[in-house]
């Protein structure tokens, strides 16, 4: 069993920044990569970003690479995403995830296994 638990959410104007944790707790030692997903009112869930537990491997969604940066700590059982250059349709619930093995990919939802609650994500203009 992991536990997800996201923090760092709020509201910032339009081109700044923000940065999201994820803490990871339990069986924290069966974890493969985490990853973040964001969801719209009335859109479907969207990939984030994700990071291998070990080594650099880094995969970004098409609308956030060059603004967003996923990092870990794994002393602390944490991922962060930085988040830059924000803009309106960034506002979303952004959900961390964590999967036990690689599933195929790291894009979609069906290759997680555990998920947080969410944090919400608002950015004005």
């Known amino acids: 069993q992991v536990q997800l638990v996201e923090s760092g959410g709020g509201l910032v104007q339009a081109g700044g920044s923000l940065r999201l944790s994820c803490a990871a707790s339990g069986r924290t030692f069966s974890i493969y990569a985490m990853g973040w997903f964001r969801q719209a009112p009335g859109k479907d869930r969207e990939f984030v970003a994700a990071?291998?537990?070990?080594?650099?491997?880094?995969y970004y969604g098409n609308s956030v690479k060059g603004r967003f940066t996923i990092s870990r700590d794994n002393a602390k059982n944490t991922v962060y995403l930085q988040m830059n250059s924000l803009k309106p349709e960034d506002t979303a619930v952004y959900y961390c995830a964590s999967t036990q093995g690689y599933q195929g990919s790291f894009y979609y939802e069906f290759a997680y296994d555990y998920w947080g609650q969410g944090t919400q994500v608002t950015v004005s203009s």
């Open positions: 990071i291998r537990w070990s080594g650099s491997n880094t």
